[in-house]
């Protein structure tokens, strides 16, 4: 399986990504940029409405399909599906998942994958179990070969960054529970600095708002799979629902994805240096760049990069407030991905869905500051980290 995927691929990444296969889309004149066939219906030849390859955009769109083969493409999946939003492709890979069967998954989510996996335990009798997945005994004590259907990991995940070793997880789940799906989320690395296919996972997802798109002016969704029989599934789901991405949105995701490489080089460089200083400053930054992570030399054999997403502990709640909020450069805001940097305060913001004492439970610090970096000088988002945490009162070493 993944010797035919590798073989697909002739070019590195960063060539991959730039190169839109013309053959994907079958333009009458030849246009560069992938046409936005903005269209609800198609016509047909034949009376019996045969005949056109496409008939109605909810089953088909040739701006999507350009898009889907591309990020197949890039992604070594037998077959990539782009939908409204990542957790629409969560919701995608859920509906996989039937009443009575597991889904064990990790216990330091993203907020909404945390929203939605709770809802699907209330609503559709399907148990959740939230373990530590840096732990693959974890995993593996809860997997039941009849009952565990989803095996769902995010690594790193967000906000502690903390890694899986997910070709390790794929193994066992594979080797203890065939009838279950290896999942991950690989929306914090993007198919740049991270391929779980390869690992033996099953099916991929991102969250196309951020990376892939890069400049936080589109929602999307992207689900990746190894298998036809899963993509089949996929399909008649999508199909069904209504999800797939609308014609314009799929132009600009193609649109976005090609600057990928260029985009993550300069943000995980920057990353870097801002993780060294915030380290030099004696505050506990977790970021797999950096030698101090417990886990830094499995996520070097699992990903090309540590990305540039980090977060740091200041042991004082108002204290990281205020750091916050005396940022300029820095917005604050959810999500990251976009070439703009912005920092936040998960607990308050994006992953405040999570109650309270679960949150607790989990050891998310309340005073946890997450940096999303971008493509500006880095001498300046330097520059305004300093000045930010003058203003709250730190001594700045420099
Ligand atoms: C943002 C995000 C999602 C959800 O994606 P949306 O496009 O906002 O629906 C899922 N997982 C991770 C890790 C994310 O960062």
Redesign the pocket.
Known sequence: MADDNSSTSKYNIATELVFIDSEAVKDNYNAASVPIYQTATFKQREADGSGGEYDYSRSGNPTRTAVEAHLAKIMKAERAFVV???????DVILRLVKTGQEIITGDD??G??NRLLTYVSQYNGVKVHNVDTTDVVQIEQRLDPVKTRLVLL?SPT?PLIKIADVRRVADRVHQLCPSALVVV?N??MSPYLQNTLDMGVDIE??????YLSGHHDL???VIGCRSAQVAEQLYFVINSNGSGLGAFDCWLLLRGVKTLAIRMEKQQSNAILIADFLEAQGFRVHYPGLQSHPRYELHKSLASGPGAVLSFETGDVALSERIVEAARLWSIS????CVNSLISMPCKM?HSSIPAEVRKQRQLPEDLIRLCVGIEHVDDLIGDLTNALQKAGVQVKH
């Open positions: 409204s939003t990542g957790m629409t492709a969560l989510l993203y909404g994958t995010e967000n989320d929306t914090m997802y991102h969250s196309g708002t951020k929602m999307a969704g959810v999500s990251f991905g994006s």
